[in-house]
């Protein structure tokens, strides 16, 4: 199961965490695993390299954390959230295979 938390902080998107394999096939071959990693890469680089967001960075195998700083939560919101939208669409096609969570910090 894949898990995505997003963090909130006084009301503004502040990172997410992405952990687990969705376990429709064979790591390296999974399809979702590839939607979600695609687009928290995207995400994570749009933050740190675009809008050059002060941002804590880390990447695991099957794990990924991000979580800006709190003077550059606003310049991220937006994409921010267009990730959690996308999340939730991929949710909705693949409920036994995504949990979503959101977390005040």
């Known amino acids: 199961m894949i ?3 997003f ?13 687990g394999h969705a376990g429709i096939s ?5 399809i979702l695993c590839a939607a979600v990693s695609s687009a928290a890469y995207m995400t994570a680089n749009t933050v740190t390299d675009i809008i050059g967001a002060k ?5 695991e195998e099957g794990r990924m954390f991000l979580m800006v700083s709190e003077k550059d939560a606003a310049a991220c919101g937006g994409l921010l959230r267009g990730f959690r939208l996308h999340m939730m669409s991929l949710k909705e096609q693949y409920p036994e295979n995504i949990t979503l969570t959101d977390t005040e910090v």
């Open 3 to 5: 898990r995505a938390e």
């Open 7 to 19: 963090f909130v902080r006084k009301g503004l998107p502040a990172g997410f965490c992405i952990s």
């Open 26 to 30: 064979e790591a390296g071959t999974d």
């Open 55 to 59: 941002a804590e960075v880390s990447v």
